[in-house]
């Protein structure tokens, strides 16, 4: 199994950059721990769906998958396209929310392993029918185990039922644990980070394993994970140092250092959802600022782009009015072409830059360097960033306001003695505010989930009229079936995986329900495939 690798080259264009890998989820409903975890599970799932199925732009999840574990294994959520499936994914969630009696079941000890080996072959099966004239993006899956399980314990079962089963294309295999944790930062100044390496380690055949806390933030970050680009085919910015600035790093051949980084959100634009901006004035429009320079980051395999550093700053040496966009972070890149002890000297030169900005309360002018090639008669217009350090391994980048933008903006000293009836007024009035240290984004709340989920919100009636009608014409004596309001889906079994002593087959009655159900909602999808693909079954 590759871990993080993929058999392509790197991004080459900003909808794979943002697009992710496909994702199998997992979820081991043991006894007695699923009425602790269920509540904050499901309102954490649905507030990221809701996110992630608003966000406009380029997809950035493309298949999804959700299976149970109980005392067998139980697809409820077959392989959908995440974008424009809210629907599908919120009734495959109200269905996670009825399952409060049903977790009372012993999970056998072949149901996980049969759940793996089951949601890889239906990968399988849906890269080799369902295609919409192009390939898909990705041909490898990522599989998440969430359990309230020991985990290392899940992480053993794991690697001893799976020894036999071929798992190239399996892009990472994760175990995460569900604990009974506390969630102290909510009241903490400091907004919670990802997790670091010591709270992740991975074990035997590279299953990872990590452990959140049972709290919707906890499983609403985790889950917000899967919005960022994770690739590691090819590191995103070269950012250029003259080796002569920095006494503790060495000095590169052509008296200028290159560090090899990736480039990550901070957070997602505003003008990307809905109610949230103006259409019309989008100040954080993806095909600007922040985004020219992350999409510029993966228009060439052959070369990146480039932040060469013209000049040091003191920390108070900006002012805040000048910079603008959305942020993004610099960290030493992870790229898997890189040799070890390239990849090791990169990092160790990353830190080193940390720690002297931060010892020197110093700040850096960075201008962007266009990409190479093109035979453009005019001169590209160039773009400048300040680099501000912080106590973790990253970089913050910021662009700011060149000469040709700035509006003239007269700003005359304030005066020193203010009116002394005022004065009292004003310190009154801020003496009766809570003083707070610092702000805490997780204590804000915007009520955007629940208005998300409201626009998504339709009249009740048939989910998929044209698969209702294609099922009732192969089978008219079953017309009744298709609508109930609770669908559970079983998949039928795979002629490439063993299926020892599992639970009766299901009735034929039931069948064209669960096949009709199976079909993703994808738009230009030929209904000569969709006759194949369920003839298979």
């Given amino acids: 199994m590759y871990h993080g690798r993929s058999s392509g080259k790197g991004p080459s264009n900003p909808t794979q950059l943002y697009q992710q890998p496909p994702r199998l989820l997992i979820v081991q409903i043991a006894l007695h721990s699923w009425a602790d975890i269920r509540s904050n599970f499901c309102e954490a799932l649905q507030n990221f769906f809701s996110l992630a199925c608003s966000l406009m732009g380029p997809s950035r999840m493309s298949l999804f998958s959700l299976y149970v574990v109980q005392n067998q294994h139980e697809c409820i959520l077959p392989f959908v396209q995440v974008k424009g499936n809210f629907a599908r994914l919120q009734a495959c969630i109200s269905e996670l929310r009825m399952l409060q009696r049903e977790g009372c079941f012993r999970p056998h000890g072949t149901s996980l392993q049969l759940a793996v080996q089951d949601g890889l072959q239906q990968f399988k099966q849906y890269s080799r029918h369902v295609t919409t004239g192009t390939s898909l993006s990705y041909t490898s899956l990522e599989i998440t185990v969430l359990t309230s399980q020991p985990g ?23 175990v995460v644990e569900i604990t009974k944790g506390v969630l102290e930062y909510m009241d903490s100044g400091s907004p919670v980070e990802e997790p670091s390496s010591d709270e992740s380690s991975i074990l035997g055949t590279d299953i990872d394993l990590q452990t959140i806390d049972n709290d919707v933030v906890s499983m ?48 997602l634009s505003p003008s990307l959802l809905p109610g949230t901006a103006d259409g019309s004035l989008r100040m954080d429009d993806p095909k600007g600022d922040f985004s020219t320079l992350y999409q510029m980051a993966s228009q060439s395999s052959a070369s990146c782009y480039k932040l060469r550093v013209i000049k040091a700053l003191n920390s108070s040496g900006i002012c805040e009015s000048l910079t603008y966009g959305l942020p993004f972070i610099l960290r030493p890149t992870s790229c898997w072409q890189l040799d070890w002890d390239e990849l090791e000297t990169n990092q160790q030169h990353f830190h080193a830059l940390c720690h002297s900005l931060l010892k020197r ?39 700011v306001a060149t000469r040709e933008l700035l509006l003239p903006s007269p700003f005359p000293l304030l005066p020193e003695d203010p009116p002394d009836d005022s004065l009292k007024i004003v310190e009154s009035m801020l003496d009766s505010l809570e003083l707070e240290p610092t702000y805490n984004p997780l204590q804000a709340r915007s009520h955007l989930y629940s208005y998300l989920s409201s626009t998504f919100t339709k009249p009740q009636g048939r989910l998929h009229p044209s698969w209702e009608s294609q099922a009732l014409r192969k089978h008219p004596f079953k017309a009744g ?26 009735p034929a009655a039931s069948k064209p329900s669960s096949e009709a159900f199976f079909w993703p909602s994808k738009e230009g999808v030929a209904e000569e495939k969709e006759e194949e693909y369920l003839s298979g079954l």
């Avoid at 314990?153 to 089963?165: A, S």
């Avoid at 950012?239 to 002569?244: A, F, I, K, M, Q």
């Avoid at 266009?370 to 960033?385: V, W």
């Avoid at 609508?483 to 009766?504: H, K």
């Fill in 152 to 174: 290392k314990k899940v992480v053993r079962q794991l690697e001893e039922g799976l020894k036999d089963t071929d798992l190239v294309r399996v892009r990472r295999l994760q």
């Fill in 220 to 267: 609403e970050i985790f889950f917000k994970a899967w919005l960022h680009y994770s690739g590691t085919d090819q590191e995103h910015i070269h950012l250029l140092l003259p080796s002569r600035c920095f006494s503790n790093i060495s000095r590169a051949k052509d008296d200028s250092m290159c560090l090899k980084c990736d480039l990550q959100e901070r957070l």
């Fill in 361 to 399: 309360e110093w700040l850096l002018l960075a201008k962007g360097e266009p990409l190479s090639g093109g035979h453009s008669q005019r001169e590209p217009t160039s773009t400048f960033y300040v680099i501000v350090p912080s106590r973790s391994p990253t970089l913050l980048v910021k662009a």
């Fill in 481 to 506: 079936q298709l609508q109930t309001s609770r669908v559970r889906v079983t998949v039928a079994p795979l002629p490439m995986i063993p299926t020892p002593s599992r639970a009766p087959k299901m």
